[in-house]
């Protein structure tokens, strides 16, 4: 038997919002509790070009979570940086078209 467990980030909304040049954030929401978290980017700089972090990374400077988003989704805070490092990847391309 098969057991189908959907997506948790399907019910999760992500929008990533320019803040300036060298930052930006990204919001968190869900339908059913509104704004769940906001995460905030900030580029790589020129010095940590000797670092395993290049200067067109985002690095993830501050994050506010509100209320108990791991748990009413069963997700960890791996899953939420990789997801909002997805949506800033979409977010680059999107502006090259």
Same mark, same amino acid.
């Given at each position: 038997?098969?057991?189908?467990?959907? *997506?948790?980030?399907?019910? +999760?909304?992500?929008?990533?919002?320019?803040?300036?040049?060298?930052?930006?954030?990204?919001?968190?929401?869900? =339908?059913?509790?509104g704004e769940m978290a906001t995460l905030y980017y900030e580029r790589g700089k020129n010095t940590y070009n000797h670092k395993p972090i290049g200067m067109d990374e !985002?690095?993830?400077?501050?994050?506010?979570? !509100?209320? *108990?988003?791991? =748990?009413?989704? *069963?997700?960890?805070?791996?899953?939420? +940086?990789? =997801?909002?490092?997805?949506?800033?990847?979409?977010?680059?391309?999107?502006? +090259?078209?």
């Amino acid at each position: 038997m098969i057991l189908y467990i959907p *997506n948790i980030m399907d019910r +999760l909304a992500f929008r990533v919002i320019k803040m300036e040049e060298s930052r930006i954030r990204v919001e968190i929401m869900s =339908e059913e509790m509104g704004e769940m978290a906001t995460l905030y980017y900030e580029r790589g700089k020129n010095t940590y070009n000797h670092k395993p972090i290049g200067m067109d990374e !985002w690095l993830c400077v501050d994050a506010k979570v !509100w209320g *108990n988003l791991y =748990e009413i989704f *069963n997700v960890t805070p791996r899953q939420i +940086l990789d =997801e909002c490092q997805k949506h800033i990847r979409e977010y680059r391309l999107s502006l +090259l078209k």
